[in-house]
């Protein structure tokens, strides 16, 4: 009996166990199709920093053979490199220059846009709550009713020393 | 071998280049508790030294380079002529260049540094013939 319940036990635990890798193996595949291309980040990596001026390693390291025999007149005399080739020289060791990295990006208007944005449909939500949602008006709200209510105040003697009362001038029938 | 000490400098006054002469009695108001005080000439004398090693290799300048843009202060002319003539000697232009524009970026508000250091530079920078990132038309996007 307990040999039973025991097989029983490992095989229950054996068929979880299964399905669990079962779906896993599905989850995985499902996964890679939506990873994207790895980078090996045990390696020197280029980075475009203000405060890292020389990155690890230059931008472009696999050249043409243009690239090549540039790379080869710059171990000549600078002078002799003419202003394109200067450039060309600069943008094989590094992606962007300072000016581009430090390029405002208008991220802000996104930020204000999308403040707005949400700010409007939170007014439109509020606007359909108060048609849809809210109950009906209370009728204390009505100017008879508030008349009403405003003598039924005064005639109470509401803080008749220093506050309600006290403003309304009871021989005249008027505010103070 | 020659070892590079990574310091932070407290005082954001430190090395700025300025026309005039550095007032000593700022180095009188540093806020070090104890042990020797480098005095600035000190600092520009160990990092030129630094650049100045005949055969510094690539990895030494980048780290010099990375290091020197990471404390509060702008180089002075002298320590980036020796990374220029160490950029020289490593046949790195685009490097040259790069750091011009970091020392461009590194003087921030103040926009009199940088042609004070490009002025300075203007007789190593026409025997090297490394043109500033301004005669290149890089300095705008």
């Known amino acids: 009996m307990l040999l039973k319940g025991k097989n029983r036990r490992s095989s229950l635990l054996a068929n979880t166990t299964r399905i669990k890798c079962a779906s896993s193996y599905w989850l995985l595949l499902f996964v890679r199709a939506e990873v994207s291309d790895t980078v090996d980040m045990s390696r020197p990596m280029y980075c475009d920093r203000l405060d890292i001026p020389l990155p690890d390693k230059p931008y472009r390291d696999v050249l043409t053979d243009a690239e090549e025999s540039l790379k080869q007149k710059e171990k000549g005399p600078w002078s002799q490199l003419s202003r394109e080739e200067k450039i060309a020289l600069y943008r094989l060791s590094f992606c962007q220059t300072y000016a581009e990295m430090k390029k405002p990006t208008g991220e802000w208007k996104t930020v204000i846009g999308g403040i707005f944005f949400f700010v409007g449909f939170t007014g439109l939500v509020v606007w359909w709550q108060r048609i849809y949602v809210y109950p009906p008006r209370p009728r204390t709200f009505d100017p008879e009713w508030q008349a009403m209510q405003l003598q039924r105040m005064l005639d109470m003697r509401v803080n008749p020393i220093q506050g309600f009362s006290a403003k309304w001038d009871y021989e005249k029938g008027q505010w103070k | ?141």
């Open chain 2, 1 to 141: 071998m020659f070892r590079v000490a990574v310091r932070l400098s407290v005082s954001g006054v430190r090395g700025l280049t300025r026309p005039q002469p550095r007032c000593q009695a700022v180095l009188a108001s540093r806020c070090y508790s104890h042990g020797k005080q480098e005095t600035d000439e000190e600092f520009d004398a160990r990092w030129i030294t630094y650049f100045n090693k005949p055969d510094i290799d690539a990895w030494e300048l980048r780290k010099g380079m990375n290091t020197l843009i990471g404390y509060d202060l702008v180089p002075e002319p002298k320590i980036l002529e020796a990374a220029l003539r160490a950029c020289r000697r490593l046949n790195d232009l685009a490097s040259a260049i790069r750091i011009l524009e970091a020392v461009k970026d590194k003087a921030g508000p103040h926009k009199d540094i940088y042609p004070y250091l490009i002025q300075e530079l203007r007789p190593a920078l026409q025997e090297l013939g490394i043109s500033t990132p301004e005669e290149l038309g890089i300095d705008k996007v």
